[in-house]
């Protein structure tokens, strides 16, 4: 009789041993199907009047972190060749990618977001238009502090270069605001009157850096358009609109948070 109750007692045991494994195993498989994705893919794309070299302080953060960089050189001649120019880079990524932009870059992204590779979108002092806008029609509606803005003949646009510390990038040494001035790359005035189609901010998750001194987008258009998109967002007091250059580490930062958490 003995032996019997304890024959039924070790098989009950063993039973709830099993079940119990069953169960840390579903805890297990459940916990790492919730972890978020690690991508390591970052797309950045600079804004009108420079070209892809500002990004070189962000960039050598997010290298030595060991992430996947690539910086777009779009020809700033036409919205539509810009957006083309980051097309193509999406192209070459070998999976998901984080999708950066500064300033103009920002609306550039905001329609190339929209390709199956990217999983999210970083602004960085950047437009992002909603469907009909234009970043001209949403400059109006708040007006940036900057005046030195320059028409060309020819239908492109250039910031005067002795008034390009003051206007873009006041909190970077002067000989470095320089240098950008005189670098500068004149811009199609026309790709400011872009229309937007469907914004890829309203199907993906995005962040935003707001920089707080900017002139050349008002912060609070920036304000505007981080709330609208629903982005975590960061302010950074007294910076300039040169902030990718002038605070690389917070924006490679946001870009390394961008790329862990995203679900």
């Not at 420079?50 to 050598?60: A, F």
């Not at 970083?122 to 970043?135: F, M, Q, R, S």
Request: glycine letters at 6%; a positive charge; proline letters at 6%.
């Amino acid at each position: 009789m003995i032996h019997n109750h304890y024959q039924k007692f070790m098989k009950t045991l063993k039973a709830l041993k099993f079940l119990c494994l069953l169960l840390l195993t579903g805890l297990s498989f459940s916990s790492v199907a919730q972890q978020p994705k690690l991508i390591k893919n970052i797309v950045l794309v600079h804004g009108a009047f420079v070209d892809g070299s500002g990004w070189k302080p962000v960039y050598d953060i997010l290298y030595k972190k060991g992430y996947h960089v690539t910086v777009v050189q779009q020809p700033l001649n036409s919205f539509s060749n810009d957006v083309a120019a980051v097309k193509r880079v999406l192209a070459l990524q070998n999976g998901p990618c984080i999708l950066v932009g500064h300033s103009y870059g920002g609306a550039i992204i905001t329609v190339s977001g929209n390709d199956p590779k990217v999983a999210g979108l970083v602004y960085i002092a950047a437009h992002a238009p909603d469907k009909g806008e234009t970043e001209a029609g949403n400059g109006k509606l708040y007006p940036s502090a900057y005046k030195s803005l320059q028409k060309g003949a020819d239908g492109f646009d250039y910031i005067k270069p002795e008034q390009f510390y003051a206007d873009f990038a006041a909190d970077l040494p002067k000989y470095r605001a320089t240098f950008m001035a005189d670098a500068q790359m004149p811009t199609a005035d026309a790709v400011f009157h872009a229309v937007m189609p469907a914004p890829a901010w309203r199907s993906r998750p995005s962040w935003y850096m707001v920089a707080a001194a900017d002139r050349i987008i008002n912060p609070d258009l920036e304000r505007l358009y981080a709330k609208r998109a629903t982005s975590k967002t960061v302010e950074i007091a007294g910076a300039s609109h040169a902030v990718y250059e002038s605070h690389p580490m917070e924006v490679a930062n946001m870009i390394i948070d961008a790329a862990t958490h995203i679900k």
